[in-house]
């Protein structure tokens, strides 16, 4: 059975139709790209996912529950955890902190156990503070856990909202651009990185224009154009698929920097 499965699902924003009757299936642990030019509707197909929007159409279905119109604190708790296109970390915060703030959304302490720190209370930050340490080394920043957090160079911010989307125990990852920024080396150590959250069954759902990273780390794409699903298949069938190749050479945005 699929992990998630969005049927059917659309957007509007006014009279514009964002995202078009949009229908794809990830495989648990597989590594799923979702790939399209600029404005194609990618980042608004995670916003339906995650529950920041909710979708005028359509169905979401995780891990076999229909999650369209939860809170996305909800969605996070079910297990579906997101980095974002425009990096959103807690700026003045230190590295550890801010992956603490996703180790926290697994907590049940209610704040008067916090205020009282009970043992049970106690117990769980340490644990915590364990999981969060253990994601920072994962990502490779186990030795800036007491740095700023935008005292940390742009790639690194990058592995460190992955670090926090790791702490909230995800099945589902959901990276938007998450090489976006990222020199040849970072986004090398990036493709390594992916096949270790692969490795720990974690199921990935990315969108990213660098096609390198694309074809070397997705098992599967879809890709999107004005909101609509245009193909679907395996990188190396996507690479030589006509349309595809059209919607990208009829890109005319200098920023969309995709290339095959
Ligand atoms: N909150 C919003 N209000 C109105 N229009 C929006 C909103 N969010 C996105 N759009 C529009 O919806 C369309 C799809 O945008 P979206 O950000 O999903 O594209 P994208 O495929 O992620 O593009 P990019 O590769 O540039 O990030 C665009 O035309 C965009 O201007
Ligand atoms: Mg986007």
């Known amino acids: 059975m699929s992990l998630l499965k969005l049927d059917k699902l659309i957007k509007d924003f006014g009279g514009l139709r964002a995202v078009d009757e949009v229908t794809f299936e990830v495989e648990a642990g597989d590594v799923f790209g979702l790939i399209g030019p600029n404005g194609a509707g990618k980042t608004t197909v995670f916003n339906l996912i995650t529950g920041n929007y909710e979708p005028n159409g359509g169905d979401v279905i995780f891990d076999g529950t229909r999650i369209n119109g939860l809170a996305p604190n909800k969605i996070v708790s079910l297990g579906v955890a997101r980095t974002f296109q425009t990096i959103r970390l807690f700026k003045s915060l230190s590295a550890l902190e801010n992956v603490l703030s ?27 503070l364990k999981l969060a340490l253990t994601e920072l080394d994962f990502v490779g920043l186990g030795d800036q856990a007491e740095t700023r957090a935008d005292g940390l160079s742009y790639g690194n911010q990058r592995l460190l909202e992955i670090a926090r989307a790791l702490a909230t125990k995800p099945k589902l990852l959901i990276l938007d651009e998450p ?32 096609m390198s990273l694309v074809m070397q780390a997705c098992e599967k794409l879809v890709v999107i ?29 200098e920023e969309d920097e995709t290339c095959f």
């Open 102 to 128: 996703g180790a926290h959304c697994r907590m049940t302490s209610g704040s008067i156990a916090a205020m009282l720190k009970t043992p049970f209370q106690r117990r769980e930050e340490k644990e915590a």
């Open 179 to 210: 090489a976006g920024g990222m020199n040849e080396q970072e986004t090398d150590a990036l493709i390594e990185i992916i096949a270790r959250i692969k490795a720990r069954g974690i199921t990935v759902l990315l969108i990213e224009h660098d």
């Open 225 to 253: 154009e004005y909101g609509r699903k245009i193909a679907e298949g395996l990188p190396e069938e996507i690479k030589v698929n006509k349309k595809v190749i059209e919607a990208y050479l009829g890109t005319e945005d």
